[in-house]
């Protein structure tokens, strides 16, 4: 039995989600590996048909409710109660279309700094697009778990075969560590799958049943077995997040990526952790998540700090934007700890300026390894002189990453800041040295990089055409970036639209009553404030 319900009248997310796929089959099937060229362009093609094919979402979205939209719902596994169910709300809809926008631009900037097997390595790319999106639109939690592991194969392998020099020890790290907490996650869904048929007799997989489930649990099953299902969902996203003490994986595995791989990584596969968060822990054990939340907290916390000040003394750039990485998501899982809307809306958008900022950082420093084959910050010097372009690009998304009114990381950082402090102060207090020292380590990178005076070695470099100017294609690829980090920096209006009615939905599902309780302290200010008139009316008389 199937059912499809969206305004567009067809299966719009299937055919976004598997156009890669289906343009991965026919590349592998019908191009020769000879073929370079049409290779990448047909890889190419497909990404940009699939980010087009995924516009309609924004523009056709109802942001006047939570509920799923854009469903599709069809029977696979009956006697299980599995379904391949999707569907989206403003959350999802967010990060669809990064992924799709930043699936073009991973495979726009490897048309020039991949030389072997290329075949491989675009159908791979494609195949990743495919697990990405299926993550954020399953609406059954065996369809989800699919997309989640579905994943992990091409980025293994786009480590292991087109990585840096330790390669295989980062693709077996990261593999490992993300298995570990996917097999944990499975361990507690299996658990909700079992518990759920108990309780109402039903066998399903739906996430929207688990979540209709939460007060039930919280009512009738004892803390303990509460507590280990939610830290078994937590340690399974912090994993992916990757969260403070959980992020080992995290530098080797971008320093050893190839730069799309990396992109991709940092833009796309670490909100995958964040969304979990969102969409299971929090509303499937609210009670539990409240109970632990200090410790989430406080390991957030020491994430910000102390990635901040690792990426403070490293001599390798992209291991700088990893470890940068490492702090920022610590920040998205403060304003996401802080239960109110200012936090979550604000960890959402900092989620999608992560995926910007950081996606364009690791685009740059794969521009100079690409010319320079090294990543040594003290092997460049000057470049503003020789590369003003390059220095440009470079420049504005230092900016963005560090957070500059007017640039998306502003709009992301303030609001998580506005829900911490909202939260508890001292966490928002806390939190901002985090911000500062990502200033100086990005401001003191960039002085290394860009000023000072060029070495002999890069001039002659430059002479030879090897250390140039950005190429067309490359500023291309760096456009869509600047133009939405300039967008959400000035005008997050629409983006905060988006998000607003499910991150409500979501906090009432945490903090029941929370409106309610915002309202009642408004008019209490309200009434004393009005009781001060009224005696000072009354002392004058």
């Known amino acids: 039995m199937s059912n499809v319900n969206n305004v567009l009248g067809f299966p719009i997310l299937t055919i976004v989600t598997f156009l890669p796929t289906i343009g991965a089959i026919l590349i592998a099937l019908f191009l020769n590996k000879e073929n370079t060229k049409a290779i990448k362009y047909s890889a190419f093609f497909i990404a940009v048909v699939d980010f087009i094919l995924s516009l309609p979402l924004w523009f056709y979205y109802d942001p006047t409710t939570w509920k799923m939209q854009f469903e599709e719902s069809v029977s696979w596994i009956p006697s299980l109660g599995i379904r391949y169910a999707v569907g989206i709300d403003g959350i999802s809809l967010v990060l669809v279309?990064?992924?799709?926008?930043?699936?073009?631009?991973?495979?726009?900037?490897?048309?020039?700094a991949i030389k072997h097997r290329e075949k491989e390595y675009y159908v791979l790319l494609l195949l990743l697009q495919t697990g990405m999106l299926g993550v954020f639109i399953a609406e059954d939690f065996f369809l989800f778990y699919v997309f989640w592991e579905v994943m992990l194969v091409p980025m293994y392998f786009l480590i292991g075969v087109w990585g840096g020099p330790r390669k295989l020890y980062a693709a077996i790290k990261f593999f490992l560590y993300t298995l570990a907490g996917s097999v944990l996650m499975l361990v507690a869904i299996l658990a909700l799958y079992f518990y759920n048929h108990k309780v109402n007799g039903v066998w399903t997989f739906d996430i929207q049943s688990y979540h209709q489930l939460a007060s039930y649990i919280a009512a009738h099953t004892s803390k303990t077995w509460q507590y280990l299902l939610a830290i078994a969902f937590f340690l399974g996203f912090a994993i992916k997040v990757p969260m403070f003490p959980f992020h080992t994986w995290l530098p080797d595995a971008h320093v050893?990526?190839?730069?799309?791989?990396?992109?991709?990584?940092?833009?796309?596969?670490?909100?995958?952790?964040?969304?979990?968060?969102l969409r299971f822990l929090l509303p499937i054990?609210?009670?539990?998540?409240?109970?632990?939340?200090?410790?989430?907290v406080f390991l957030a916390i020491v994430g910000i700090i102390y990635g901040a000040l690792v990426a403070l003394i490293q001599k390798d750039m992209k291991k700088l934007v990893a470890y940068s990485s490492v702090s920022h998501l610590g920040m998205c899982m403060l304003g996401l700890f802080a239960l109110n809307p200012n936090g979550i809306n604000g960890s959402i958008i900092q989620m999608i300026n992560h995926g910007i900022s950081t996606g364009a950082l690791f685009l740059i420093v794969g521009i100079v390894y690409e010319r320079k084959h090294t990543r040594l910050i003290k092997e460049y010097g000057g470049l503003s002189k020789i590369m003003p372009v390059y220095a440009t690009v470079f420049m504005i998304m230092t900016l963005s990453s560090i957070g500059l009114p007017g640039l998306n990381g502003f709009v992301g950082e303030f609001t998580i800041l506005a829900g911490a402090f909202q939260a508890k102060p001292i966490w928002a207090i806390v939190a901002t040295s985090g911000i500062v020292l990502g200033a100086a380590y990005m401001l003191w990178l960039y002085q290394r990089v860009m000023f000072n005076e060029v070495s002999e070695e890069n001039l002659e470099l430059h002479k030879k055409g090897v250390l140039k100017d950005l190429t067309p294609r490359e500023v291309a690829y760096f456009m869509p970036l600047i133009l939405l980090a300039f967008w959400i920096g000035l005008y997050p209006k629409p983006l905060f639209r988006a998000l607003e009615a499910p991150v409500n939905h979501l906090v009432e599902q945490v903090e029941p009553g929370f409106f309610s309780r915002e309202q009642v302290k408004f008019d209490l200010n309200k009434a004393k404030k009005e009781i001060e008139k009224e005696a000072e009316e009354g002392h004058h008389e």
Do not use: C, H, N, R
């Not at 990064?98 to 020039?112: D, N």
């Not at 990526?257 to 670490?270: D, K, R, Y």
């Open 97 to 112: 279309l990064l992924t799709t926008l930043l699936g073009f631009i991973a495979i726009w900037s490897s048309f020039e």
């Open 256 to 277: 050893e990526a190839p730069t799309a791989g990396s992109v991709i990584l940092a833009g796309v596969l670490l909100k995958m952790g964040t969304y979990g968060f």
């Open 285 to 296: 054990f609210p009670d539990a998540t409240k109970a632990l939340l200090p410790y989430f």
